[in-house]
């Protein structure tokens, strides 16, 4: 259930944003990797033991310097990490014994995260070739 949740949430946050264009500016699906990054911080605080955050906030850390880049230089950093951030939520436990986890977000976050991930890389592919190419432009 925890995958259709995700799969489902994932189509309505990033189809609402690009249907309502509030993903117009390359901020948004950066920040939407950050805030996802930083959930299982949030995790480690409901867990309670404090030698569980450092590596929580160490994680959360890289995401979103992946985002950061991603916003600066190339948003395709963004869908990579979105997707590689499913990736990790599935194997996270290993990572990190985080009691604050939920027992299904694991497969939640999976399924939102590559979800979103492939959401975003056709949005990217289909602003790509809708714009007009610079020798395009010089022709006329």
């Known amino acids: 259930m925890e ?3 995700g799969i489902v949430l994932a189509l309505l946050v990033c189809g609402a944003a690009w249907w309502l264009g509030m993903d117009r500016e390359r901020v948004f699906y950066p920040t939407i990797l950050i805030v996802i990054a930083s959930y ?3 995790f480690a605080v409901i867990d ?3 030698e569980i955050v450092l590596p929580e906030v160490a994680i959360a850390a890289l ?3 992946i985002a950061v880049a991603g916003f600066k230089r190339q948003l395709w950093l963004v869908v990579a990490a ?3 951030h499913g990736v990790m939520d599935f194997f996270h436990h290993v990572l990190v014994r985080n009691t604050g986890v939920p027992p299904g977000w694991p497969g939640f976050c999976l399924a939102f995260d590559v979800t979103a991930a492939v959401f975003v890389g056709c949005l990217l592919q289909l602003r790509a070739q809708a714009a007009p190419r610079p020798d395009e432009r010089d022709s006329r």
């Open 3 to 5: 995958f259709v949740v």
């Open 40 to 42: 299982y911080v949030l």
């Open 48 to 50: 309670g033991r404090n």
């Open 63 to 65: 995401f979103t310097a």
């Open 82 to 84: 979105l997707a590689g």
